[in-house]
């Protein structure tokens, strides 16, 4: 690229939300922005943002004017696709917006709760796939009360129909009575594994929602709700699987 074509790097990084061309300048005379895996430290450089592949202290920043990153609260009863042949409510009922977008992974139609949509193919790919490891963080409804000892054995895992299976974390969350909130986290994706895998250490689920995908967290999204995720998330979203 020639010197009078693309588009100041610190201009690109303000548009993309980094802050304002004064510290986007800082961030670079400091030595903390890569281009192309190449660290910058000259304010004039610059780069195509459709094209350049940018890191802001190791996270990468996205430039690429096309691209969407949303997360949405999937209400129950809801089909984790963008259209329904059967007719039934799906997650396009719920997205105003014009471009056409991927669900990042599935939830069964009788669980609510994160589900996130983009048009980035590449990281919708690896955060499904299961050699990158995504956790997802889960609260489970179960009725008490329950052993001391299920979160240790759901952790050292139990042997499903389609083989072992296996908590990376689980807490008590909230307990009023008999009934139970229980929080499960796990790096897998097999289909209705946290009913199958609290069904089989003998506590049906009563009620389940997705709170956490990665870094990316639920939080006080209400079901239906969809929000654009923030700079930052984005560039979580990259650093889990290694973009």
Request: aromatic share 6%; hydrophobic share 35%.
């Amino acid at each position: 690229m020639s010197e009078n074509e693309g588009v100041r790097l610190q201009k690109v990084l303000a548009e993309a939300g980094i802050g304002s061309r004064r510290h986007c300048e800082e961030l670079i005379g400091e030595g903390r922005v890569t281009v192309d895996g190449k660290k910058v430290f000259r304010f004039g450089e610059r780069v195509d943002p459709e094209s350049a592949v940018i890191h802001v202290d190791g996270k990468r920043v996205e430039t690429r004017s096309e691209m969407r990153y949303y997360a949405i609260n999937k209400p129950r009863g809801v089909v984790s696709t963008m259209s329904d042949e059967r007719g039934r409510k799906s997650l396009a009922d719920y997205v105003e917006v014009p471009e056409r977008l991927f669900h990042v992974g599935r939830l069964d139609t009788d669980t609510e709760g994160l589900i996130l949509l983009t048009n980035d193919g590449e990281l919708s790919h690896r955060l499904t796939h299961p050699s990158y490891g995504v956790y997802k963080t889960y609260l489970a409804e179960i009725h008490g009360p329950i052993p001391r000892d299920l979160g240790k054995r759901l952790k050292a895992g139990v042997t499903l129909d389609d083989g072992p299976a296996k908590a990376d974390k689980f807490r008590v969350f909230d307990q009023v009575g008999r009934r139970v909130l229980v929080e499960i986290t796990l790096h897998e994706g097999r289909k209705h594994i946290v009913r199958r895998l609290l069904k089989e250490v003998g506590f049906p689920v009563q009620q389940l929602a997705r709170v956490e995908f990665g870094p990316i967290k639920l939080g006080s999204l209400k079901p239906g709700g969809m929000r654009a995720l923030t700079v930052r998330e984005i560039g979580e979203l990259y650093a889990a699987v290694g973009l």
